[in-house]
């Protein structure tokens, strides 16, 4: 799956040691707004986006108290997304990276992306949003690798509405980085927006909470 497979800059100082890896949380840090919910608008039209809210008020409710997103976009990907053919989404994940990546990209985030990149780091995206909407970005980025939430199809490639693992959020994101990289991963830099980025922030010498704020 593409959350466990590779798929291919802004530190203020140049680090002493041989650069490693640079890790960047997506949504809100590299875009000015979530990908997941836009590309499900965009790929819904607003009728079909608007009476699929309407369903799911009574999570959206729920999720007002327990601040639980994964619960909020698993029942989001069970009313969107089931039933479709992985195919399907990848090809309509490529073409909304296609035509919204100008409006969703933070330019100064962009920049210190390939800031690094030209100092040598390997740069690896790990987001929360399902890893096949965040591909066609990673690829474009020429990222090193990308991590994150897997849903889960049948034999037949269709989407069975839930996650194939846990919500790549929060401790996942170091559980999944120690994974694939071993367990004595240290971050070189990682970029983060919200809580769900505090433990993989708290494995990089160089922590960037919030530092981007560009907009296209």
């Given at each position: 799956?593409?959350?466990?497979?590779?798929?291919?800059?802004?530190?203020?100082?140049?680090?002493?040691?041989?650069?490693?890896?640079?890790?960047?949380?997506?949504?809100?840090?590299?875009?000015?707004?979530?990908?997941?919910?836009?590309?499900?608008k965009w790929r819904s039209g607003s009728m079909r986006y608007t009476i699929g809210c309407l369903k799911?008020?009574?999570?959206?409710?729920?999720?007002?108290?327990?601040?639980?997103?994964?619960?909020?976009?698993?029942?989001?990907?069970?009313?969107?997304?089931?039933?479709?053919?992985?195919?399907?989404?990848?090809?309509?994940?490529?073409?909304?990276?296609?035509?919204?990546?100008?409006?969703?990209?933070?330019?100064?985030?962009?920049?210190?992306?390939?800031?690094?990149?030209?100092?040598?780091?390997?740069?690896?995206?790990?987001?929360?949003?399902?890893?096949?909407?965040?591909?066609?970005?990673?690829?474009?980025?020429?990222?090193?690798?990308?991590?994150?939430?897997?849903?889960?199809?049948?034999?037949?490639?269709?989407?069975?509405?839930?996650?194939?693992?846990?919500?790549?959020?929060?401790p996942e994101k170091v559980r999944r980085l120690k994974e694939l990289y071993g367990d004595d991963l240290?971050?070189?830099?990682?970029?983060?927006?919200?809580?769900?980025?505090?433990?993989?922030?708290?494995?990089?010498?160089?922590?960037?909470?919030?530092?981007?704020?560009?907009?296209?």
């Open positions: 799956m593409l959350g466990r497979l590779t798929v291919g800059g802004g530190g203020m100082t140049d680090p002493l040691h041989e650069l490693g890896m640079v890790a960047f949380d997506f949504d809100g840090t590299m875009t000015v707004r979530d990908s997941f919910t836009a590309f499900l799911l008020t009574p999570q959206i409710f729920v999720y007002l108290f327990d601040r639980n997103r994964g619960k909020l976009k698993a029942a989001a990907v069970r009313e969107f997304l089931k039933g479709s053919r992985q195919e399907t989404l990848q090809e309509e994940a490529r073409r909304f990276a296609e035509k919204n990546s100008g409006r969703l990209m933070r330019p100064d985030a962009v920049d210190t992306w390939r800031r690094w990149r030209t100092k040598g780091a390997k740069t690896i995206i790990v987001t929360a949003s399902p890893d096949f909407v965040v591909a066609p970005f990673a690829r474009g980025l020429g990222a090193d690798g990308l991590i994150g939430t897997e849903l889960a199809f049948d034999a037949d490639g269709r989407c069975l509405g839930v996650f194939a693992g846990q919500n790549c959020r929060g240290r971050l070189t830099a990682a970029y983060g927006d919200t809580s769900g980025d505090k433990e993989m922030l708290a494995i990089a010498d160089e922590a960037g909470y919030r530092v981007f704020k560009g907009r296209p």
